[in-house]
């Protein structure tokens, strides 16, 4: 089916799995589409071999813009994700599945196109690949993480690598999170679940992304985490704040 697609701009392949035997590497050499947007989601035996994944993606290194991939793939795959996919703009990554090694992370080549980094499944024991990911997309402007609780040092190592951010959105923030970061270009900050905190919390916050704009927190697990001086704080600090959603009405 795939070979006779000439137009085919958009595919998702998601809990998948194959019992065809010795599908020739040429088969996927034969594809011939300008695909933009590719997922990836927990496929069992569709590639069959490592270098039958690689010539299907090596068709599409020119073309694609959006990329989800999830599940367990070989190193060579993040490999050409960050030396060959120069048109990728957004980049959806499951971390658990990804390389968990420094040294590997060290000896790949910085992708400068992709500007949004969906981040889902984050655990503490994920730091080092996500801090490798991190470390090797220096343009990303909008960065999305969908679970875990992100330490204080995690959140200063994307302060320190992540110079051009300007979107956040993340799962949960509480306590000391935005201690010593600065974020001058961040205009945008959310999460799904806030954490009881105190003042010296919000005195961070208005410090580490002064020119915020848009704020919002869908559950707040304290009401005393936003007391009318937590207001005072917010309304002081951010003079550029337009939008402000609290709850989820």
Do not use: C
Request: a neutral charge; aromatic letters at 10%; proline letters at 2%.
């Amino acid at each position: 089916f795939l070979t006779t697609q000439n137009h085919l701009e958009e595919l998702a392949l998601r809990s998948l799995m194959s019992d065809f035997q010795n599908i020739p590497v040429d088969t996927f050499n034969a594809i011939s589409f300008p695909l933009k947007r590719l997922s990836l989601i927990d496929l069992n035996n569709i590639f069959q071999t490592e270098e039958n994944l690689l010539a299907f993606l090596k068709k599409f290194t020119s073309s694609l813009e959006e990329l989800e991939i999830g599940g367990h793939f070989p190193e060579s795959v993040f490999k050409m994700i960050f030396k060959e996919f120069k048109r990728l703009n957004v980049l959806s990554v499951s971390i658990k599945h990804a390389p968990t090694e420094k040294k590997f992370y060290q000896g790949l080549s910085a992708n400068h196109s992709v500007k949004s980094l969906i981040v889902r499944g984050y655990k503490e024991n994920s730091s080092e690949s996500f801090e490798g990911i991190i470390g090797n997309l220096p343009s990303v402007e909008t960065l999305v993480i969908d679970a875990g609780d992100i330490s204080n040092k995690m959140m200063v190592f994307i302060s320190n690598n992540l110079q051009n951010l300007k979107h956040i959105k993340m799962h949960s923030v509480s306590g000391s999170l935005f201690q010593n970061v600065q974020m001058q270009k961040v205009v945008s900050l959310s999460a799904m679940n806030l954490i009881t905190v105190g003042l010296n919390y919000w005195k961070a916050t208005v410090n580490a992304f002064p020119n915020i704009e848009n704020f919002a927190f869908e559950n707040i697990f304290n009401q005393n985490s936003m007391s009318d001086r937590v207001f005072n704080i917010i309304t002081k600090g951010w003079k550029r704040l337009s939008h402000l959603k609290l709850g989820e009405g």
